[in-house]
């Protein structure tokens, strides 16, 4: 579900797979189970945004210009497995939706 941030400014936060494991550590706590969508955005690009770099996200942030993630989007369902004491994350194994 998007944030209210999120939703007022009108875009979903989307991640590249190399940065989930650093966005799951930073956002989320292994008791909230977190999953990982892996997205088929064939025909999206155009709405694929980047934002700059920010003190509290210090990456550029890919953002999609829509107000919900369509469930036709999504491929796989991926558990997010904390590592560590949640210090680190890793993709479980994906279940094909």
Same mark, same amino acid.
């Given at each position: 579900?998007? #944030? %209210?941030?999120?939703?007022?400014?009108?875009?979903?936060?989307?991640?590249?797979?190399?940065?989930? #494991?650093?966005?799951?550590r930073r956002d989320c706590r292994p008791?909230?189970?977190?999953?990982?969508?892996?997205?088929?955005?064939?025909?999206?690009?155009?709405?694929?945004?980047?934002?700059?770099?920010?003190? %509290?996200?210090?990456?550029?942030?890919?953002?999609?210009?829509?107000?919900?993630?369509?469930? %036709?989007?999504?491929?796989?369902?991926?558990?997010?497995? %904390?590592? $560590?004491?949640? $210090?680190?994350?890793?993709?479980? #194994?994906?279940?094909?939706v």
């Amino acid at each position: 579900m998007p #944030s %209210a941030e999120e939703r007022q400014a009108g875009w979903v936060q989307v991640n590249c797979p190399e940065d989930v #494991s650093l966005v799951a550590r930073r956002d989320c706590r292994p008791e909230q189970q977190p999953l990982a969508l892996e997205l088929d955005l064939a025909g999206q690009e155009g709405r694929l945004c980047w934002l700059d770099p920010t003190p %509290a996200r210090p990456w550029q942030q890919p953002v999609l210009k829509v107000a919900r993630v369509e469930l %036709a989007w999504v491929r796989a369902v991926h558990p997010l497995m %904390a590592e $560590a004491r949640g $210090a680190r994350y890793r993709l479980g #194994s994906a279940e094909p939706v």
